[in-house]
């Protein structure tokens, strides 16, 4: 089947769940800019006051409460997108939630409790969205991250539910692709992003809050990214040259990136702040990052390599530890 150019964006209607923050809302508002028809999926009731924000800058837009988590839910989404608009064209997966602290000590509860919906909602998206864009065709895109191959400490729940997202990412394209079904798949991973994640995630750190680690993106890089993905469908990317340098350490050296993970990776991902809660609310795209934010992905849409070569993986090395030594000193930094 092959990847192939899809409906210009103006002509499309793009579903997205979690658009109430983040690179759900960034995503959002970018499509409606660009003349798609979007409809806004997620759990609080004022996503109906950002789609409202959106028409009244003359896009097009229709909002749903919805949890992911529930099947139920997610296939009402569908069913307001093709009663509003007709049909769906693209389908992101992008609603995601957090748990930080060490993985033998996380309540089981708060791990299944991510699992509903950064797993199963990724399941019940994509099941909904290719049963309904079967006939037409048109693309799914699943929000990973750089979890999805790169395991963080202290993110352990996280990792292991983005690198389950990859999984059946991986093994619904190819079955897709033997059934001659005209859904083309894209898992889109971006690196670490100033989105209120961070600030809503469950905290069990035994001293401090979650941070991003640096260096750390704007949202509106993702939402560029996905986009072009719902017109140029590719098979996988990366979002952020540090993420991809944190991949291929990954992919070609898994010793040396657990060994700089061991070292690195720990004061980088806790602000040392008293335990309380950094509510941020619906309709923001930018988290409390207090570091520089990057508002370019350098390019955005690369997708990741997928021949060894001997200069990339030494070049991986290289930045990876410049990238972990930035990060520890400004982790150090704060803590003065």
């Not at 909002?63 to 064209?89: K, M």
């Amino acid at each position: 089947m092959g990847f192939r150019t899809q409906r210009a964006l103006e002509e499309q209607v793009v579903v997205i769940t979690g658009a109430s923050s983040g690179i759900g809302l960034s995503t959002a508002r970018l499509a409606a800019a660009r003349g798609a028809a979007v409809v806004m999926a997620a759990r609080s009731p004022e996503i109906e006051q950002l789609a409202e924000q959106l028409r009244s800058e003359g896009g097009r837009a229709e909002a749903v409460v919805a949890d992911v988590s529930s099947e139920e839910d997610v296939r009402h989404v569908a069913d307001v997108a093709e009663a509003r608009f007709g049909r769906i064209d693209t389908w992101i997966n992008n609603a995601g939630t957090s748990v930080y602290g060490r993985s033998l000590e996380v309540p089981v509860d708060d791990m299944r409790e991510l699992f509903d919906t950064d797993f199963w909602g990724t399941v019940y998206g994509s099941r909904v969205a290719v049963e309904r864009m079967r006939d037409l065709g048109g693309t799914l895109i699943n929000v990973g991250g750089v979890m999805s191959e790169r395991a963080l400490p202290l993110q352990g729940a996280s990792s292991a539910a983005k690198h389950a997202v990859k999984g059946f990412t991986d093994a619904l394209r190819v079955e897709l692709e033997h059934d001659e079904v005209p859904v083309q798949i894209t898992l889109v991973n971006p690196a670490s992003t100033d989105t209120p994640l961070f600030a809503h995630a469950k905290n069990r750190l035994d001293d401090g809050v979650p941070a991003a680690p640096p260096p750390v993106y704007a949202p509106e890089v993702a939402a560029r990214a996905l986009l072009e993905c719902a017109t140029r469908p590719k098979r996988e990317i990366t979002v952020g040259a540090a993420g991809r340098a944190r991949q291929l350490l990954s992919r070609w050296m898994p010793a040396v990136a657990d060994e700089l993970a061991a070292r690195r990776m720990f004061e980088p991902q806790v602000r040392r702040e008293p335990h309380e809660p950094r509510v941020l609310g619906a309709g923001s795209e930018r988290g409390d990052h207090r570091g520089m934010v990057r508002r370019r992905g350098e390019r955005p849409a690369i997708r990741v390599p997928t021949m060894p070569a001997v200069v990339a993986g030494v070049g991986a090395v290289l930045v990876a530890v410049g990238l972990m030594r930035v990060a520890s000193q400004i982790a150090a930094s704060r803590a003065v």
